[in-house]
């Protein structure tokens, strides 16, 4: 049983920082893809970031590029997503999520190709 648990979150003001960090448990972590998305209230959820298994290949979306940072420590079995430049529009509960595919050479940016999911983090940036 593959468990991902998120925390990081909070409440910061607009131009702030945080990281949130991933831990997994219940598979070689090392061997995955892994990704971070975010869902609004309202809204449906979206693709941030992901990252491939080895941490080579980074991919984020257009509107986190050169504020976010997705990082992992296969040492430590740990997701990271350091959030710099922070926006009202951040505002979101935000999910690590873990490939279906082993040893995939980039992390998917698609909902569906994620089989698990953390519990989500509470990101709340003020104007």
């Known amino acids: 049983q593959v468990q991902l648990v998120e925390s990081g979150g909070g409440l910061v003001q607009a131009g702030g920082s945080l990281r949130l960090s991933c831990v997994a448990s219940?598979?070689?972590?090392?061997?995955?893809?892994m990704g971070w998305f975010r869902q609004a209230p309202g809204k449906e959820r979206e693709f941030v970031a992901s990252?491939?298994?080895?941490?080579?290949?980074?991919t984020h979306a257009n509107s986190v590029k050169g504020r976010f940072t997705i990082s992992r420590d296969n040492a430590k079995n740990t997701l990271y997503l350091q959030m710099n430049s922070l926006k009202p529009e951040d505002t979101a509960v935000y999910y690590c999520?873990?490939?279906?595919?082993?040893?995939?050479?980039?992390?998917?940016?698609?909902?569906?190709?994620?089989?698990?999911w953390g519990q989500g983090t509470q990101v709340t940036v003020s104007s």
């Open positions: 999520a873990a490939d279906k595919q082993a040893r995939r050479g980039f992390g998917p940016t698609q909902l569906r190709e994620y089989e698990y």
């Open positions: 990252v491939s298994w080895s941490g080579g290949t980074a």
């Open positions: 219940g598979r070689t972590f090392s061997d995955y893809a």
